[in-house]
């Protein structure tokens, strides 16, 4: 199971040659290869036909886990009073909001910091509107969004103080706070592909960020990328080199293959 942004993708969001053979070399060898990410699914769908992905797709960090046939497999959503605390925390330390609703993605202002940048990485732009409170039921994803990183730190740890565990807070990148069902973290997404394709969970999972440190807990064999931070190659068994330098691909050749146990006929789902 691989992270995208930062791990299976360059900084410009391209999949290189050597990933795509990678990928092409697991199936080769009988191993299933999967994706998870803080992404909503339908920003990962190009994904598909590159990489012959055959595997459910766990978006949002597994808050919404659909196929490749676009049918939605499990999703869980934060409740419109956990919803609304989390957009008053959020407001009161003066950070962007976006609002996923599914794969509906809500902004107060499309000028917004990153939103063009966003729209570029997934593929598809955001609906402006003024007041949340249209769109409350049903979020699988909200994100605090800002250019302090300072401002966005001090942000993160007042809502894990006040939420508890009411939700799932974890940076997909510096500039990102994401917020999820308590349910929808990357260490759930392994678990949720090992029920779905009857998978062990002690397989191996490749990440750069600390939402990805909940995927090394439940994986047997965890790599982090070369670009990662030292607190989350810190909990990785192995580093790799970064994702600007075929990172994944190597990993792949240098610690998967070697020691692959096929899954030759994973369940599908």
């Known amino acids: 199971m691989s992270d995208v942004d930062g791990t299976l993708v360059t900084k410009d969001k391209r999949l290189t040659p050597a990933t795509i053979e990678a990928v092409k070399t697991l199936g080769e060898n009988g191993v299933a290869f999967a994706i998870t990410s803080s992404r909503p699914p339908k920003g990962l769908l190009h994904l598909i036909e590159p990489l012959n992905l055959r595997t459910p797709i766990a978006g949002f960090n597994s808050g919404m886990v659909m196929d490749r046939e676009r049918r939605v497999l499990r999703e869980f959503s ?4 956990v919803t609304r605390e989390i957009l008053a925390g959020l407001d009161a330390h003066g950070v ?3 609002f996923f609703r599914g794969n509906d993605w809500f902004v107060r202002k499309r000028t917004g910091a ?4 966003e729209e570029m990485t997934i593929g598809y732009g955001p609906v402006e509107i003024e007041d949340f409170e249209q769109a409350i039921g049903g979020a699988t994803k909200l994100v605090g969004v800002s250019m302090d990183f300072e401002r966005l730190a001090q942000c993160e740890d007042k809502l894990r103080t006040t939420l508890g565990d009411k939700a799932s807070i974890a940076r997909s990148q510096n500039y990102y706070l994401d917020i999820t069902h308590i349910q929808a973290n990357k260490g759930s997404a392994v678990l949720a592909l090992s029920e779905l394709l009857n998978v062990p969970t002690q397989r191996i999972a490749i990440g750069d960020m600390s939402n990805d440190i909940r995927m090394f807990e439940k994986s047997g064999f965890s790599i982090a990328m070369g ?4 607190a989350v190659k810190g909990r990785a068994i192995v580093t790799t080199d970064s994702n600007e330098d ?5 990993a792949v050749h240098r610690f998967v293959v070697p020691n692959a146990h096929p899954i030759c006929n994973p369940r599908k789902p």
């Open 78 to 81: 934060l409740a419109s009073n």
């Open 96 to 98: 962007d909001i976006w």
């Open 114 to 117: 990153y939103v063009a940048h």
């Open 227 to 230: 670009n990662a931070s030292d």
């Open 246 to 250: 075929d990172g994944f691909a190597k």
